[in-house]
């Protein structure tokens, strides 16, 4: 399967001119250790998810999907345009009373705030969920993500913090909030 990919070409044009003055690309990873990947983070607020039936009921009889992201694995390599960097998110499913289908779908984000407002800052993911017969849990992987960040010192990469969430509409975030523990 071919990875997704999300390109963040915002600053391209600004990096290197930013970066001139740094340590030239081949010097800064040529050392034995490799260089860091950016921080990633789930975001709690959007790490969980109650995906409801249509219509006004909210009760335990409504619910179709509950989901929350457990972790992700992630690697980053870096070329002379830049990091490379991998994302599979992996994510629990739970199907409720109200899903007769067996099926459904959830959206989740990948976003590097550094980039906002360009569009490229944020990209949404769906992923179909299936339930086998006789089962009413699910353990999701989706496929690799791969973002393409312009910058081309490893110290610099620090700073482009990406952050991971479920895709959620006000209500379902300002329930999140409100159930927090």
Not at 8 to 32: D, I, Q, R, W
Not at 49 to 66: A, H, M, S
Request: net charge neutral; hydrophobic share 35%.
């Amino acid at each position: 399967m071919t990875p997704r990919c999300l390109r963040l070409f915002a600053l391209a044009l600004a990096a290197p001119l930013a970066l001139s003055g740094c340590t030239s690309f081949s010097e800064a990873f040529s050392k034995t250790k490799p260089p860091p990947c950016p921080p990633i983070y789930i975001l709690s607020d959007t790490a969980t998810i109650t995906k409801f039936r249509p219509g006004g009921g909210r009760d335990l009889t409504d619910v179709e999907l509950e989901a929350e992201i457990t972790g992700y694995k992630g690697s980053c390599s870096y070329n002379e345009k830049g990091a490379a960097v991998e994302i599979q998110v992996g994510m629990n499913v739970k199907r409720g009373p109200a899903n007769t289908t067996r099926a459904g779908e959830l959206s989740y984000f990948i976003a590097i705030p550094k980039f906002y407002p360009a569009p490229a800052a944020k990209a949404v993911f769906t992923v179909p969920i299936n339930f086998p017969e006789g089962m009413d849990q699910a353990r999701v992987n989706d496929e690799d993500v791969v973002m393409h960040i312009p910058v081309k010192d490893k110290d610099v990469v620090n700073n482009y913090e990406i952050y991971i969430g479920f895709q959620t509409s006000p209500d379902e975030l300002e329930m999140n909030r409100r159930t927090k523990r």
